[in-house]
């Protein structure tokens, strides 16, 4: 059986790869894939705690990473629909092209 330590170390490395993208590309759709990588990182964190606690048969866990799935669908759609809608208008996903809303 794996410990505890692996998926914690794979859910840490899922999150920096994810953090990275989200930071430091300029295209949206990797910028959307990199927090979709941060919200995975954090489901195994959710199901590995669950899977390694005294009751794992509560089910706490599954409860909280199907929550996280829903709204990350929800998140998902909502930022690929501004990324059709800002690639419509501007003709381009690159975020440092779109500063019309910059104050």
């Known amino acids: 059986m794996t410990p ?5 170390l794979l859910s840490a ?3 920096a790869i994810g953090l990275a993208g ?3 590309r300029r295209n949206t759709i990797i910028v959307l894939i990199g927090i979709e990588l941060m919200l995975n990182a954090a489901n ?3 199901i590995a705690f669950w899977r390694f606690s005294e009751h794992p048969e509560t089910l706490t866990g599954i409860m909280f990473v199907i929550f996280s799935i ?8 909502v930022g690929l629909a501004l990324i059709i809608s800002i690639y419509r208008h501007y003709k381009t996903t690159n975020v440092d092209a779109v500063n019309s809303m910059k104050g």
């Open 44 to 46: 195994l964190n959710f």
């Open 13 to 15: 490395m899922l999150f």
């Open 70 to 77: 829903g709204v990350a669908a929800a998140e998902a759609a």
């Open 22 to 24: 989200a930071l430091t």
């Open 4 to 8: 505890l330590s692996a998926y914690l």
